[in-house]
């Protein structure tokens, strides 16, 4: 029989509602936000394959400087670190700092004590808003790991992290051959669209097999943004 949830913290959010920190037994926690699931520490498969996937073309790099958009409950993170040498600066944005404390403390046993690791940096701001404001080339790596990833309903030019606007953002933020890797619930044939657009070469991963799969993105940074090709004009200027 399973053992019922406990509640181990709650606070309001501004947008979201009173987010939950539950426990069942060892190693067994959820965060919700009302009734909504939105992390499960015995499903984490994407996450890993998101910090995987993200840093998969530094593992030679002698000190990559990676950007973490989102921490959870840290598992994606504890991969990130996994997969970087000592050298490697790893920046956290993530909105809430009850979320920070949870990873220092309450959730530390499921990542060895990631949040803690001296590589690490946590900023309690917006990432759509630490990436507008970073110089030009910035990052060999940023991966976004949020609890809404895009969808079909996003606003294409305006959307803060997925909108157009925002990809060229972090376009700009990455090094020449930077990774941008995203998290979603699903694939978004219009969000690859607007990857490639802006310069990325795209892949969509789904990790895993049987049962509910996740979207895993993973744009490279071209160094040229290719133009789109044009068909060739009759002289009289017909197509």
Not at 27 to 56: F, H, P, W
Not at 186 to 207: I, K, M, T, W, Y
């Amino acid at each position: 029989m399973a053992l019922p949830w406990k509640v181990l913290d709650q606070f309001t959010t501004a947008d979201e509602g009173i987010l939950e920190l539950r426990q069942r037994g060892k190693g067994d926690y959820l965060i919700t936000v009302g009734s909504q699931v939105l992390m499960n520490s015995k499903a984490q498969r994407s996450e890993i394959a998101l910090g995987k996937l993200g840093c998969q073309s530094l593992q030679q790099h002698p000190a990559p400087r990676v950007l973490v958009g989102g921490l959870g409950m840290g598992i994606t993170l504890r991969t990130v670190l996994d997969a970087l040498p000592d050298a490697a600066q790893v920046i956290v944005a993530e909105l809430n700092p009850e979320i920070h404390e949870w990873c220092l403390g309450l959730l530390s046993e499921l990542t060895g004590g990631a949040a803690g690791d001296s590589r690490v940096t946590v900023e309690i701001t917006d990432v759509a808003e630490l990436i507008h404001k970073s110089p030009s080339a910035s990052f060999d790596a940023i991966i976004l790991d949020l609890y809404r990833g895009p969808h079909p309903l996003t606003d294409q030019q305006h959307d803060p992290l997925y909108g157009s606007r925002a990809i060229a953002n972090a376009h700009a933020a990455l090094k020449p051959g930077g990774t941008f890797a995203i998290w979603g619930e699903n694939r978004d044939a219009p969000f690859e669209n607007r990857l490639a657009s802006a310069g990325f070469a795209v892949r969509c991963e789904r990790p895993g097999k049987g049962g509910y799969r996740h979207a895993v993105w993973i744009a490279t940074k071209n160094h040229k943004i290719k133009k789109p090709s044009q068909r060739k004009r009759n002289s009289d200027g017909r197509i």
